[in-house]
């Protein structure tokens, strides 16, 4: 199978968005990010399905550009290390999580069966406790079971009354007002697992600050929408979407593990430089927002935008991040079969490349190191070597050309 050439990407059927973003300071990882988002389901509307253009570009990475890759898809740790059970008629991200169950990170990859050596998965959904059989010394505590009861919470509580919920008890005993919501993500001990490894020293503070700001859109545009529910947002929605929440801050600051906290037998290879985050449309815009508004010392962006492509009938607007699930609420059953979006996964290959050559000759020229996050971000910076960054540059001309090596089909 060839990586499809085309203008902007090929259309791929799913996919509702698709972003890239870069680090603007240059001596700092993650350093190219695309993050695609898709409206769950089965659809056939696009050129092709998302999970073979996956397989397609990995397998034209492995045997050309061999660049580093670090994959976060959607997916829980229950059904990428325990479970793995196929339920593809539930929707391509199923077929996704299953066509890479020999590549997730310590699991299956570790035992060489992985067929990608440039590219690793990662879940990003802690929601079961590491089994004994597979704990090591350096294994975190296990996760509350209030906080593993929250599978169990819908995405609206009718009830007003839901702390007489029995199925809810657990819950309900640990958050009892908005503050508490916070709760959810720092007493998950993976996450703060990976606060602890990340380059953002002052992260806490940061994740508190756009929580936030994200529960206060939402409960406002919940008060305009039900006058007589007014103030009960944090509990009728916040505890669900807080809980969704937790897993995009997980995925996130996992984006920004140092070097030092890496296994050693990944500090040599430039991981967490280059990333692609899939997930839900909603996941993928809460990320973009931490990353966008994630600010340098001197209070500039640290990260730019610099690739956009969106499903046709989803437009930018106001707090568009935040409404989302009343926009999907509004689509049928045909609407979402026919979301499709482009995907350049060229773009994303030059845009490494654009990269690593402003931070090539950032360097050559001698210039200071870049200025750290305003929440103590730093990073070890790995310097490419003058022959791999003409390699690479080959490599993207050899794309812009059109000259592509035929793949095996997946």
């Known amino acids: 199978m060839e990586l499809i050439l085309k203008p902007e990407g090929p259309l791929l059927s799913g996919v509702a968005a698709c972003h890239i973003i870069v680090n603007n300071v240059l001596d700092q990882q993650p350093k190219v990010i695309m993050l695609v988002g898709e409206f769950h389901g089965t659809q056939t509307s696009g050129e092709i399905d998302y999970v073979n253009a996956y397989l397609s570009f990995l397998n034209y990475n492995e045997q050309d550009t061999k660049l580093p890759l670090d994959i976060m898809l959607e997916a829980d740790n229950d059904y990428c290390t325990f479970s793995r059970e196929s339920v593809y008629r539930l929707g391509w991200i199923y077929r996704l999580r299953d066509a890479f169950q020999n590549c997730y990170v ?20 802690p929601v079961k406790n590491i089994p004994d059989w597979k704990r090591t010394q350096s294994s975190m505590a296990d996760i509350p079971q209030w906080i593993l009861d929250l599978t169990s919470i819908p995405e609206l509580i009718v009830d007003a009354n839901w702390t007489t919920n029995a199925a809810y008890s657990s819950i309900s005993d640990n958050i009892k007002s908005i503050d508490d919501l916070q709760k959810i993500i720092f007493e998950n001990p993976h996450i703060v697992k990976q606060g602890h490894q990340c380059t953002i020293e002052n992260w806490k503070d940061y994740i508190i600050e756009q929580h ?26 916040g505890i669900f979407n807080t809980h969704r ?20 037998r990944w500090n040599e290879t430039h991981r967490f430089e ?26 500039t962006a640290m990260f730019t935008q610099v690739h956009e492509a969106v499903y046709h009938p989803i437009q930018r607007v106001p707090d568009f991040i935040f409404n989302l699930s009343t926009m999907l609420s509004t689509f049928d059953v045909d609407a979402i079969q026919r979301v499709c979006c482009q995907v350049d996964f060229h773009k994303f290959l030059e ?19 870049g200025s750290s996050s305003k929440y103590g971000g730093g990073g070890n910076r790995k310097k490419y070597s003058k022959s791999r960054r003409f390699r690479t540059r080959r490599r993207v001309r050899r794309i812009r050309r059109g000259r592509t090596k035929n793949t095996r089909s997946t």
């Open 245 to 264: 929440f937790s897993a995009d801050v997980y995925a996130f600051l996992r984006m920004f593990r140092a070097k030092d906290k890496q296994s050693d």
């Open 351 to 369: 845009t490494i490349h654009t990269f690593s050559s402003k931070a090539s000759s950032a360097s050559s020229k001698g210039s200071p190191e």
């Open 212 to 237: 936030r700001i994200i529960i206060d859109k939402e409960a406002g545009w919940f008060d305009s929408q039900y006058e007589g529910l007014k103030g009960q947002y944090w509990f009728r929605m």
């Open 106 to 125: 310590f699991d299956e990859r570790d035992k060489g069966k992985c067929e990608f050596k440039y590219a690793r998965a990662h879940w990003i959904d």
């Open 274 to 299: 280059n990333i692609i985050f899939h997930a839900g449309l909603k996941h993928v815009e809460r990320v973009r927002h931490l990353l966008l508004n994630l600010k340098t010392a001197s209070t």
